[in-house]
Structure formats: C-alpha cells, structure tokens
C-alpha cells in the first residue's frame, strides 16, 4: 500500500494563479480531509469528505475548493491564490469516525 | 463551537523522567480525541484516540493519555522519556457522530540526554 500520496511535494505560484494539489489513498478509506499547518496556529481544516460525492466545509475553506468524485481521489483547488495561501498542505484518510487518520507527507505551497 | 487548547508552546525533559503534555478541550456532545506526533520533516502519525470505555487509553511508541470527562482534558503522557520522542505533538478533537477535526496549536517536546 502506498497509503497517502500527495503532488506536487513543492509548489511556487504567482499571486492569481489557479492550481489543483493531487491527493490519493488506496486504503479503500471513506473519510477524507485538507488540512493547512502555519506556524503556531496547528493544523486547521480546510474541507472534508465522508464519501466519494459529499464534501463539507471546514474552518477555512475561502478560496479553495473540493470534489470527490471516487473514493481514491480528493483534489484541492486553489481558484486565485493569493500570499496568504502561502503553507503546507496536508491531505489525510482515514476508515471511520472512529479512527485515527492517515497523513500524506504535505505540499509545500508559497504564492508570491 | 469545537475548540482545542494545548497551553504550553513547549515542554522540556530529561530522558528518562515521564513527561505530560497538557490538552483541554470544548466539544457540543462526546468528544472523539486523537493523539499526533509530526517529528522533523515528516508528516503526522496517529498516536492514540479516546472514543469511549476506559479513561486511560494506550497507544503507540509506549504513550497513553487520560481521558477526563469534568476537566474536559485529555493529556498525553510517557513513563519514561526518550531523545527519539522529541517532537512536534498535536491534539485533535471532533464531536461523536462527526468528522469535523479541529487541532490544537501544538506542543514541541524536547527530551534532553
């Protein structure tokens, strides 16, 4: 199992571009969530899934977006970024409620 | 609304003395809480979870954490503490029933030798 996988590892944009962060687990997992890590400020929740077809929001979703069209896939979409977008991104699975989730090892995104 | 806090930015210990991390927590209805640890240029790793039954709840690399209800907290605790655990360490909460996590801000552990 390659468990959590996550592309690019690295990212550079300019302040309006778009781009999509890939992530994908091969785990069969139905829970499946984007987090942000800035320093002193912890982990925040950007979007979740519960599902291929269900999507909610978290505590900071504005200017990103997600679908989850299979179980395997959940793609993050920055629509126009901007500097304070600027963070590592973590995608993470996990089976139910219930466990513990399973992390992919981050993007590290700067917009200039 | 789901809050966690870890109120200490960084705890020091010597190896081999136990240490504590503290968590408190805010959750509408039972609480789901986890346990993370994201060493140095890793990712996170799942360490324990407190769903429900026995308050002390055991998990991996030899650290267990005790639920308790009124002081709504959950603090993570070793016996023992090793160099190797030094680290970054983060608390997460969401409400039974739900899967909206929030983390707290995180506490770095440095176990000295």
């Known amino acids: 199992n390659a468990g959590v996988t996550q592309t690019p590892k690295f990212q550079v944009l300019k302040t309006g571009q778009s781009m999509t962060l890939q992530c994908a687990q091969d785990m069969n997992h139905e829970y499946m969530s984007w987090y942000r890590q800035d320093p002193g400020m912890g982990l925040r929740l950007i979007h979740y899934s519960v599902g291929a077809g269900i999507t909610d929001q978290g505590e900071v979703p504005n200017g990103y977006n997600v679908s989850r069209s299979t179980t395997e896939d959940f793609p993050l979409r920055l629509l126009s970024a901007a500097p304070s977008q600027t963070s590592v991104y973590f995608c993470?699975?996990?089976?139910?409620?219930?466990?513990?989730?399973?992390f992919g090892p981050g993007t590290r995104l700067t917009v200039l | 609304a789901q809050s966690v806090a870890q109120p200490e930015d960084q705890v020091n210990v010597a190896e081999g003395n136990p240490l504590t991390v503290k968590c408190t927590y805010s959750?509408?209805?039972?609480?789901?809480l986890f346990w993370y640890v994201q060493y140095p240029n890793r990712g996170l790793q799942f360490l324990l979870k407190?769903?429900?039954?026995?308050?002390l709840v055991k998990g991996s690399y030899g650290f267990e954490a005790e639920f308790n209800k009124s002081q709504t907290s959950f603090h993570l605790k070793k016996p023992s503490a090793l160099v190797s655990d030094s680290a970054l360490y983060f608390c997460?909460?969401?409400?039974?029933?739900?899967?909206?996590?929030?983390f707290g801000a995180g506490t770095r552990l440095f176990v000295k030798a």
């Open positions: 959750v509408s209805g039972n609480p789901y």
């Open positions: 997460a909460v969401h409400k039974a029933g739900g899967f909206k996590t929030i």
């Open positions: 993470a699975s996990s089976y139910s409620r219930e466990d513990g989730q399973f």
């Open positions: 407190y769903i429900t039954g026995d308050n």
